[in-house]
């Protein structure tokens, strides 16, 4: 359902405001009027409208694991073998349907724009697929399916850790070169998504290739992101291998700068932030999963005091709960400072809008004229947001993803009253999707 007027009691514009009144046209906000009255066939959205959420990083098929790897305990790497087996058992069809769910997942959650960190391209051993790109073209379609926009960041991954080949399950990760990889990239042009380009991390793309690249992402005028430092094994290893630090070996390569986004930078040296600061990069934080592999609580003080834009993802998806993401950047680091309140809440809303937004490529993140027309409403009257003294406090410190009750995507309503317009059972599609990829 498109809708050409909404109306909301509450909403965050540069503040919070009483009686907005939105006018679109097409899939942006053509006009903002506050303190209006909501006129007859408006949308009227209760509780706090905020601009929609946008999740950085994502690995949809993730999902899958919910629940299951926490019986024996371990780490990141004894949980990435286990996330090896659900990878193993991906097609084409298994993809779309699981990224499907997913995403109506999260359009339930009040996310409208998801970035997927894409790497599992080709068929089993390695095989390129007749179409090249078909899996790729199984998480765009899956996208358009839930209703929330997509930019797909095609992952470089060549090698299985510093001087090792792909092995097993990796195999589907790789391109044999990098000049292969940009090749096949280059060949997929999909419609109403943004594309962008992936380094997976220094231990899977060694210097030179990230100096390739880095130069394909400028030249094709892309976001470009990589994984950065989430364990502290990775930052030895890299030492070991090439005397310098992951950000260090990045920075090299010419991968820092301004359309640059790290995910995790959980474990940087004081060098390590000069260099993302200096260079403008941004940084995705994903609390809940690094909460959950046990990587250790990221500088996000220390990130913001050195000029560095914080956005957030849900990564593994062991939790789609983008309040939840935001309230833990400031609740870690209470629990490693031993002080509260470090972040206010509408920089950490910004964290999940506006900046987010940008490390994606999309004019979005923010009620205004002239922006997309993407927009999260939540209730405010709920058991955990009831009786809260400011909207945009209760949003960050005690709503969830369960107090979403509607959400707008260009215009287009998705998530009315709850419910998913277009997926009539999310639930029932993630126990489907997930029964046929895991054992």
Request: aromatic share 6%; hydrophobic share 45%.
């Amino acid at each position: 359902m498109r809708v050409t007027t909404v109306y909301c009691d509450t909403a965050w514009l540069d503040r919070v405001e009483q009686g907005v009144l939105l006018s679109m046209k097409g899939d942006r906000i053509a006009s903002v009027r506050v303190d209006a009255d909501c006129p007859d066939g408006a949308l009227r959205l209760h509780g706090l409208v905020l601009p929609g959420l946008v999740n950085v990083h994502s690995h949809a098929f993730h999902r899958a694991l919910r629940g299951r790897t926490h019986r024996d305990g371990g780490d990141f790497w004894s949980w990435r073998s286990l996330m090896y087996r659900v990878a193993a058992r991906l097609d084409p069809d298994t993809y779309h349907a699981l990224a499907r769910a997913v995403y109506g997942e999260m359009a339930l959650a009040g996310i409208t724009t998801v970035g997927e960190f894409h790497y599992v391209h080709h068929d089993h051993g390695g095989a390129p697929y007749r179409e090249p790109n078909v899996m790729s073209e199984a998480l765009v379609a899956a996208a358009a399916d839930a209703g929330v926009r997509l930019t797909l960041l095609d992952t470089c991954y060549l090698r299985g850790g510093f001087g090792r080949p792909l092995e097993g399950p990796q195999l589907r990760f790789g391109d044999r070169s990098v000049e292969a990889w940009a090749a096949r990239v280059s060949s997929y042009h999909p419609a109403d998504v943004r594309l962008g380009a992936a380094i997976h991390s220094v231990r899977a793309v060694d210097e030179v290739e990230a100096m390739f690249v880095a130069s394909w992402a400028r030249e094709a005028a892309v976001p470009l992101h990589f994984h950065l430092s989430e364990q502290p094994a990775e930052n030895e290893r890299c030492l070991a291998a090439t005397g310098k630090t992951p950000s260090a070996v990045l920075a090299d390569a010419g991968a820092l700068g301004a359309a640059s986004t790290a995910v995790h930078a959980t474990h940087l040296t004081d060098s390590d932030l000069r260099l993302l600061g200096t260079s403008r990069t941004s940084v995705c934080l994903c609390p809940t999963t690094e909460r959950d592999l046990g990587d250790g609580i990221g500088p996000a003080g220390q990130l913001s005091d050195a000029g560095i834009l914080l956005s957030l993802g849900s990564d593994s998806n062991a939790v789609i709960d983008l309040f939840e993401e935001a309230r833990l950047v400031d609740l870690h680091e209470r629990l490693s400072l031993l002080e509260r309140g470090g972040h206010h809440a509408v920089d950490l809303l910004e964290s999940a809008t506006t900046t987010g937004a940008a490390a994606l490529g999309w004019d979005a993140g923010r009620i205004e004229e002239g922006a997309l027309a993407d927009l999260t409403a939540i209730t405010l009257d709920s058991v955990r947001t009831a009786g809260a003294a400011d909207p945009l406090r209760a949003a960050v410190h005690a709503a969830t993803a369960a107090d979403v009750t509607d959400v707008v995507v260009g215009g287009e309503v998705v998530v009315a009253g709850g419910r998913h317009l277009r997926i009539p059972d999310v639930p029932g599609s993630l126990t489907a999707a997930i029964r046929a990829v895991v054992d």
